[in-house]
């Protein structure tokens, strides 16, 4: 924690040294901010979860600190804004660690979770309540107070498909109904996960949301090969990503458009949307290996740069090393997720962990390979960094449940070596007395 707090307060005082040629005239403010709020989510992680991982909150403390800095760099008071989320955010962390004791019990709200994020997923297409940006209709607008519900509504997605393949992963493993010679997966076993997850990608697509769709559909096919093992599922997988990404670009105009911008960026009919992207392209190289320095970038041309662009960002100033940087961040991210995935001594918790694992790494993916060109831009921010409190709020209480999850590990293996330490002394002091 100290030294993402050391590294943060640096890169703040770089980039107003190379912006304004003077020191931040709020820095002890700054500071203090960053500090106390991320030392009293340490404090209530050795309170509430004393045995959880010592990795999660420094690593997301950095790439958030990494990217506040660039957003008061070219926009400070959408700064201001950030600070409350993160402020807001760190209290629902410790909030869920204060109520959340055992993440296994969230099992029996299975359906539940499914209505909730169903309802969620439905609240922008409700007329005067959702409110429609940049081509999709994602926005839920009450009064002053305007919040993105599908990144609530994904996490309560990940803990219904942990349950259900957590309950049914013998049958979704085992071929029992018979097609002439061939033992296939019965089908009605599939049929109610598969029916949740097409409403919910049909209303991703009813608002315009390829970002979110592509990153449902990631979560259902890596928590369905995770539980089954089984390469068949990868397989048609594939096969319906492939012709729904046919039917997509043909009927669904933002996907056609991203598509193309994505194909051809340069022609006079798509430069008028991927101007975005080219204009990050140029950031990207003006960047070079070392990149122009905290301050010293021009990469304020790029329309949304504080958010859906905010990689671009980093790319030019701290160059290909804060690439670098941000991508092992995000490694070490997901590889710790996936470690107490690995420790979990029950199906659903395991799952869990996969699950909102793979939502942070499968968003960072999409959003970095977009930046890239390596896939089409899909317009999803980058967890932690980019501006946007519906997303920070999301991904803390994916932290919270990762902690929990890792205290819960911890508890039981500890628990388990006491008992196997009093067995092996009750052994030898009957073998003893026998003798």
């Not at 506040?68 to 660690?97: K, T």
């Not at 010679?181 to 315009?208: D, H, Q, R, S, Y």
């Amino acid at each position: 924690m100290f030294l993402a707090w050391l590294i943060t307060t640096a890169f703040y005082v770089l980039a107003s040294l190379g912006a304004q040629n003077h020191l931040p005239k709020r820095l002890l403010v700054f500071l203090t901010f960053i500090v106390v709020i991320s030392l009293a989510m340490h404090v209530a992680i050795r309170f509430f979860a004393p045995y959880a991982s010592q990795i999660l909150l420094p690593v997301a403390t950095l790439l958030n600190g990494i990217g506040y800095v660039e957003i008061a760099r070219w926009d400070p008071p959408l700064a201001g804004n950030q600070a409350l989320w993160f402020l807001i955010s760190a209290g629902a962390l410790v909030l869920i660690l204060m109520f959340v004791r055992h993440v296994r019990d969230l099992d029996r709200y299975r359906y539940l979770t499914l209505t909730a994020a169903i309802i969620l997923l439905l609240l922008p297409l409700v007329p005067h309540v959702g409110e429609e940006i940049g081509g999709a209709r994602l926005w839920v607008k009450l009064g002053p107070l305007s919040f993105q519900p599908v990144e609530i509504a994904k996490i309560l997605l990940a803990f219904f498909f942990a349950s259900y393949f957590a309950a049914n992963r013998e049958l979704l493993s085992t071929p029992t109904a018979r097609i002439g010679p061939k033992l296939i997966v019965p089908p009605k076993t599939l049929i109610p996960i598969v029916f949740a997850w097409g409403c919910a990608l049909a209303i991703l697509g009813a608002e315009n949301d390829i970002g979110f769709a592509l990153l449902l559909f990631a979560l259902f096919m890596s928590l369905l090969w995770v539980t089954t093992g089984l390469k068949t599922y990868v397989v048609l997988g594939i096969g319906f990503f492939a012709g729904g990404a046919l039917l997509a670009s043909n009927y669904f105009s933002q996907v056609h458009s991203r598509i193309s911008d994505w194909l051809n960026p340069w022609s006079a009919i798509n430069f008028a949307h991927s101007s975005q992207i080219a204009f990050g392209w140029f950031s990207l190289a003006a960047g070079g290996v070392i990149g122009t320095g905290l301050g010293l970038g021009q990469s304020g041309n790029i329309p949304d740069l504080t958010s859906d662009m905010i990689f671009a960002a980093v790319g030019e100033e701290l160059g290909f090393i804060g690439v670098i940087l941000v991508l092992c961040l995000f490694v070490a991210f997901v590889g710790e997720g996936f470690r107490i995935a690995q420790r979990a001594h029950s199906d659903f918790v395991r799952l869990t962990a996969v699950g909102l694992t793979a939502i942070v790494g499968f968003q960072a993916f999409f959003i970095m390979a977009g930046v890239l060109r390596i896939l089409p831009f899909t317009g999803m921010v980058l967890p932690f960094m980019a501006y946007g409190g519906s997303s920070l709020f999301a991904n803390y209480v994916i932290v919270a449940v990762l902690l929990r999850i890792s205290d819960e590990n911890s508890r039981e293996l500890k628990g388990g070596e006491i008992r196997t330490v009093q067995f092996t002394k009750r052994f030898k002091g009957l073998t003893g007395s026998s003798r």
